[in-house]
Structures are given as C-alpha cells and as structure tokens.
C-alpha cells in the first residue's frame, strides 16, 4: 500500500509498519509525567525489537531501491575512494612503520621498512582476521624496544576489544589474551615485561555490542606477559565513583607512572603520579603523590620529563590551551607557565622531539599551524607553513632529531611533511593524489555567519568552480558541533562525487560545542547553552539562502553521533528550513541517555536528567519527547545494531515517535539499520561506500538534485 499524501512523491515509499505503543509506560520525573511508548524497544534481544527492524529495514530498502542513479553513484565513488593512503612514518626499534590502503582494502595494512628508502614489507594485516572486514584493529602499541607490538582488536564496530601480543622479530602471535578491555590504551613498561590497559566488568551477552548495560567501574590493569589474565594486577580502581576511569603511562625516563583519571568526556582529569616500584615490587601498591586530586581543575596531558620536572599541556586556567611545568621536588611552586595561553588561537596537541624541544599545534579559525619551541624556555623556534588544513596525523619522539606530520584538506586527500630539526628544514616527503581529481575544478572558502544572537560563526564552503549564487544548487549541511571536537578541512570522497555529479554545495558549520575556538566556545554549546547549537546550525542555512547558493528545499543536514542530535533537533523545530536530514547514529532519548553502556560520561557535555534543574532544558529539544505533527522534510535516521556507543534503542525511537505522529506524512520519514557494524570506527571500506551510497540516494531523492556525467 502506498501513503497516502496530499502531493504525490516521486519516489513513493509503504505504509509505516505498524509498532506497538504502551500507553501505560508513564514516569514522573520532577513531577512531570513523561510517556516513553517505545520503551520495549530498549531490549535488542527480544523478538518484538527484532520484528521492529525488519519491518523497518523492508520499507526503507524498497524506497532507496527506487532511485536509478543509485549504482552510478555508488561506481563513481567507489573510483573515487580508490587511492593510495599513507599514514605518517614512525620509528619503533631500528625500522620504520606506516599504514598503507591501495585503495579499496577494507582495512589499512601495517607496513614495516628498515629505512625510509628501503623496500617495505607487510608486518600486520587486519583484513586477515575476518572475511568481510568487519574485525577491525581499534589500537596498538609496540614495546620500548620494539620487541613486542600489542594490538587490540573489535568485531562488528563494538567497543569491546581483546588485546593481542605479536612477537615482532617472527610474527608470532604470543599466548597472551586479554577479554573486556573497553576505551583502552596499551601501555607497556620500560623493561618490556607488559603493559597497562583498561577494562570493564564482565557483561553476559551472547554477541558483545548488542547489549546496552551501562558500563561503570573502569579498571586500570596491569598484565605481565606469560601470565594468565585472572592473575592480572589491580593499578587504580574507585568503588566509590563509578564514572572514574584511569591510564597509566610511564614517564620517558622509566622512573615514574603517571595515572590519569577521567570521571567523563569533559577536558578533566586527575592527575597522580609515583616512582616506578623497584624490581619485585609490582604494581599494586604504588606511592601516589596525588598531584592535581580534584577532578573539576581541568586537564592535565603528560608530554614529557626532565628528571622530577614534568610538561604538561593543560587547560587549567587556559581555556585555550597551555604547556605548564611541575616539580616533584618543589610541589609548592604549582604549575608554571612554560608556553603560555595564546589569547586567539587553541593549542590542540604537543609533543617533544630532538631532546629539548616541542612540536605544538595550534588551530586558527579551524585551520591548523605546526610550531617548534624550545622546552627549556618555551620561545618559539619556527612555525612551518601550510596551506588551510588540518593536521591529521604527528609522529615525533624524543630520542630522534626529526618529526613527521601529515595535512588534509577539502581538495586534497593527503600530505606528508617531514621536519629536521637541526637544520629547521621542512620537506615534502609524500603527496596523495587521485585518479580522475583535479582540485583545480573546485573552490573552498571560509566565510563568517552571523548566528541569532549576533555571534561570529566560521563555516566552509565547498563547491564547483562557475556555480551561479540562484538559489538553486543542491546543498549537504553538515555539522557536529558538540564536546569540545573541532571539524575542520577534511577530504570526502562522497562529498567530492556529490559535488562532481550533482553540481552540489558542501558546507561544515563550525558553531557552539565543538571545540574551534577553546573552552570557552565548547562550554557556549553545552548543558543550559545546549540550544546555541541548534540555533547556530538553523541560522547557518538561512545564511546559505540568504547568500543564494541554495533555497531551503534544496538543504540536506547531515550529522552523526552528537550530530545525529543536532539533525533531530532541528527537524523537530525548524522543519521549514531543510528538504531532507540525515540523522546518523544519533543520541534522540535525552532523557535516558546515561542509563546505557557510557551514555553516564556525556553529562558532562549535556546535563543530567535526573537533576531537576538539568531535565527541564534537556526535556525542550530531546528529539524523541519533542516529536510532533507536522511537514517534516525527509528523513532518514541511519543506525546500526552493533553499536554500543550510541545504542541503536535511541534511533529506534525516534523513527517510532516520528511515524506514529506522522502517518500520511508529505515526505518520507524511515529508519535505515545496518547490520554488524558499529558506531563508526573500523569500518571496512566496502561497507563505508554502500553507507554513503545509500545516504547520498536518500538526499539527492528528495532535494531534486539531478546526476550529470
């Protein structure tokens, strides 16, 4: 049967399947009832959820099956995302190592070479540990002296990951496993005898990832390799507050631990550090000097020592960024000033090379500098030169005399420059191109938006070359704009065909929340200040009207994770401003978000529910609870089943919520699930291009974009 709509689509989509409401599931909170219809739908595992997403998954797949250009999309970008990727070169024991795709591998294979002239050979290939890609690397690690290279590993985009140790000198997998290690690193000590990770508490379920238990009581361990798992050592564990979650690192010189505790994803932690124990010792009963113990200073990122004086980057009175010193044998001094705040510009990363010297990089209206300053005084030595980019990859150490780093922008995919420290000489060690790409067929710019309370707002836009300002050109939003994360130049193949074939507009609004101009700017998007990102986002689009490169029925938002937020946000309530949204992987339910696996840790980005204070600014905009009838533009919320991040109850709901409200609505309103995959990291290749491809159908379906050769 087809819906029933006062204009007859072009695409026609079914019935919306019909989902159970349970009227009586009613919960006062802070004295205001609040319905939660859908609440089943929170159990992945019964058969009714099960029903829900096939009935679902029908209806959308026949939609999207209509569109003709749908396979010529999916061929031109699948060309386009065949090219050569590099990462940046670092060097463990005496050879260097880089991971390397030809282009269409669903995983980067490690490579190894004894000099960077040398010919490379394959060390670790993930796409060896599952058929279809869907077992991915999520970290690794090699041992100090390169004896070892521990590597963590994640099936269908879970978080959950079990940690692995390969003999580096023959490739041989050692007997060492480790189970539920979650939002890890593998830290190995000095002597090579193991390394530190974190874990959770045991979950029972069937398939890790589908479950939604929320995922408190981290615990910083200790495994010595030979051993068993059982007889792992407890490092640093808080019964008394749950949330806390520690890392362990061992300082340069192998004299001191530094444990770094966060009780959320605010820029925050503690900051503890003791003498390595002697020989015999362990690592269960270390002497603490409890730096910074309270966990609202701010953060405290170790970058090196010299003896009992250790570097810091940190925004502890610095909203923008600091590296700060501090003297075990003089703790009284507190936190000196070595770089100080720059007024304008955030300090996004640091790292010491060449002995006595620091790489940082600073971010200016969301395009990135790379800095050389001295360690012993701070004085900047040199600042490299780069075209409007971001940083996307750092490979620097102490012990060597130079670093690598590697840029991207919206029109190229990739460069990697190699520094020389003594000589201050920056040269272009490898440049990626692709077939069929001439950047020069293309124009990106940065303009400044007025948001609606008269805030300066940066965007980048992305277009062809000659495109006429007539209000007629298909145009993708895409914003994030939350904890404290920067979006700045990146290289999209899906957005490069959707521009190439679609004369289409690619626009990044760089609002409130996310992390463009410092702390500060993070904090204007966050908890009471939460709606300055919907505005900034809404507001955005009417300045591309305004400026004519679009109307608002050619506009198609796009955003995933907190940006799936921001998506339903908006449609809820300016549907009148976009033509089509896709809301990827989204948090919807505001209002039980922290009840599953690390949902508790984003408090610190969007309140707590539980507060009444708090619920009653988190109840205005959660998209499930704000869900209403009227003309939605079209609207796919995309999620998948394995991911443990962002549950995919969330995005069930919504789509519930919308339909139920909108039965014979004007444009389509589907859910689209995707099946053993996560929240996003270590997606295969193929399984990234059939998403865009999918993704791309849908909005040009709907904002009357037309394909062109």
Not at 662 to 673: A, D, G, Q
Request: glycine content about 8%; charged content about 20%.
């Amino acid at each position: 049967m087809v819906n029933e709509t006062p204009a007859s689509p072009r695409y026609p989509w079914g019935k919306y399947p019909a989902v159970r409401r349970d009227e009586s599931c009613v919960e006062t909170l802070h004295g205001v009832p609040v319905a939660d219809p859908y609440r089943w739908l929170e159990d992945p595992d019964s058969d009714e959820t099960k029903q829900f997403v096939e009935d679902q998954a029908t209806l959308t797949e026949a939609y999207l099956a209509q569109y003709p250009d749908k396979a010529k999309f999916e061929a031109k970008l699948t060309d386009m995302f065949n090219y050569e990727r590099f990462s940046v070169p670092s060097k463990h024991g005496d050879a260097y190592y880089y991971w390397y795709n030809s282009g269409l591998l669903n995983q980067s294979v490690l490579y190894r070479q004894a000099t960077l002239d040398a010919e490379p050979e394959i060390f670790f290939d993930p796409n060896k540990l599952s058929d279809d890609g869907t077992v991915a690397l999520s970290t690794y690690s090699f041992s100090e002296k390169a004896t070892y290279f521990g590597y963590a590993i994640s099936k269908s985009g879970s978080d959950w990951v079990s940690i692995h140790v390969k003999r580096v000198a023959d490739g041989e997998d050692l007997d060492d496993v480790v189970h539920f290690a979650k939002f890890t690193s593998i830290e190995w000590t000095k002597d090579e005898a193991g390394f530190f990770y974190t874990r959770y508490p045991k979950v029972d379920a069937a398939d890790l990832g589908t479950e939604t238990d929320a995922n408190y009581f981290a615990q910083t361990m200790y495994h010595a390799l030979g051993t068993a798992q059982v007889d792992d050592v407890l490092v640093y564990h808080d019964p008394e507050h749950p949330t806390y979650a520690g890392g362990v690192t061992e300082s340069d010189c192998g004299h001191y631990l530094i444990l770094a505790v966060s009780a959320s994803t605010a820029a925050k932690n503690l900051l503890w550090i003791a003498p390595h124990p002697a020989a015999g010792e362990g690592y269960g009963a270390l002497a603490w000097a409890r730096v910074v113990d309270d966990i609202d200073v701010g953060s405290f990122q170790y970058i090196t020592n010299e003896g009992s004086v250790f570097y810091f980057l940190s925004n502890a009175g610095a909203p923008k960024q600091r590296v700060v010193t501090y003297d075990l044998a003089n703790p009284s001094a507190g936190f000196v000033d070595l770089v100080a705040e720059d007024a304008e510009c955030p300090l996004t990363s640091a790292a010491v090379v060449d002995g006595d010297k620091l790489v940082l990089v600073y971010m200016r209206d969301v395009k990135d500098t790379v800095c050389l300053h001295s360690l012993a005084t701070g004085e900047r030595l040199d600042t490299i030169a780069l075209p409007p980019a971001s940083i996307s990859g750092l490979s620097a150490k102490k012990k060597q005399s130079d670093f690598f780093f590697s840029y991207t922008s919206f029109l190229s995919p990739g460069t990697i420059v190699r520094y020389d420290v003594p000589t201050r000489t920056a040269s272009e060690f490898k440049r990626v191109s692709v077939a069929g790409f001439n950047p020069d067929e293309f124009v990106a710019e940065q303009e400044f938006y007025t948001g609606k309370y008269g805030t300066k707002i940066p965007m980048f836009i992305v277009h062809c070359k000659g495109l006429k300002l007539d209000g007629s050109n298909p145009t993708f939003l895409y914003g994030y704009m939350g904890f404290n994360i920067s979006i700045g130049p990146a290289f999209s193949p899906a957005w490069i065909t959707f521009m190439a074939h679609y004369n289409g507009v690619v626009v990044v609004a760089n609002g409130r929340g996310g992390g463009e101009y410092g702390e500060e700017w993070h904090e204007a998007g966050t908890k009471a200040q939460k709606q300055n990102v919907f505005d900034d986002f809404q507001w955005a689009a009417r300045h591309l009207v305004a400026r004519r490169y679009t109307s608002h029925k050619k506009i198609a938002i796009n955003g995933g994770s907190n940006g799936g937020l921001l998506v339903g946000a908006c449609v809820n309530q300016a549907p009148e401003l976009f033509g089509a949204a896709v809301a990827e992987v989204g948090v919807m339910d505001m209002l039980r978000f922290h009840k599953f696996t690390i949902g508790h840790a984003w408090i610190a980005d969007y309140g707590n529910p539980d507060i009444a204070e708090e619920f009653a600014y988190i109840r205005k905009y959660s998209p499930v609870h704000n869900t209403t009838t009227q003309d939605y533009p079209a609207t796919l919320i995309m999620t998948s089943d394995h991911d443990d991040r962002v549950v995919p109850l969330h995005s069930y709901k919504f789509a519930a919520a919308l339909q139920h409200a909108n039965p014979n609505s004007k444009n389509p309103l589907l859910i689209l699930i995707e099946r053993k995959a996560g929240h996003g990291a270590g997606k295969p290749t193929k399984k990234r291009i059939e998403s865009a491809a999918l993704k791309f159908a849908f909005i040009t379906m709907n904002i009357g974009a037309q394909w062109h050769e």
